[in-house]
């Protein structure tokens, strides 16, 4: 595991006598991607929230760049890059299509807890956002409101 960016070694993860995660052992190295798939109720959701410190392990670690991130808090794990998504999607409908795009684009900076801080787009945010929509292609519907073109799409 000495090479691999995200290692989990003989992760448990229990609740009461319910063993949801039991003993995996898995390296992913950098630059790809690994599917953790089963049935409903086999601990696929389970082991990504103690990824991700939603919960903790009851034993094992998990590594992440060569360090035991298992006693990292939920905020620190989210600082250095491990996060999850949900399936599903939320808009904020009484804003504009851009507004919720530039909520989006600021989650992904450090400038997404400030509250105090200019809520203008920098120079790479507005430009992240260009290349996501493709200009010309929805340039119209950047002032509408979400609630409306959800409702209609």
């Known amino acids: 595991m000495a090479d691999a960016i995200l290692g989990f070694e003989e992760v448990v993860v229990a609740f009461g006598a319910l063993r949801a995660v039991d003993g995996v052992t ?31 392990p009851t034993q094992g670690r998990i590594i992440f760049c060569g ?3 298992i006693r990292l808090p939920q905020h620190r794990r989210a600082a250095i890059g491990i996060s ?15 507004d919720n795009l530039a ?14 801080g200019s809520q203008r787009l920098d120079g790479k945010e507005a430009a992240r956002i260009e290349r996501a929509l493709g200009r ?8 509408d409101l979400s609630a409306v073109l959800a409702a209609t799409s």
């Open 84 to 98: 999850r998504t949900f399936q599903i999607t939320n808009l904020f409908p009484t804003l504009a299509v851009s």
């Open 136 to 143: 010309e292609r929805f340039e119209g519907l950047l002032a």
């Open 67 to 69: 360090r035991n991130i």
């Open 103 to 116: 909520l989006a684009v600021r989650a992904l900076t450090p400038r997404k807890f400030s509250l105090l």
């Open 26 to 56: 898995l390296a992913v190295p950098q630059g790809e991607r690994r599917a953790i798939i089963g049935p409903n109720g086999a601990g696929k959701t389970t082991l990504f929230n103690a990824t991700t410190g939603a919960i903790t």
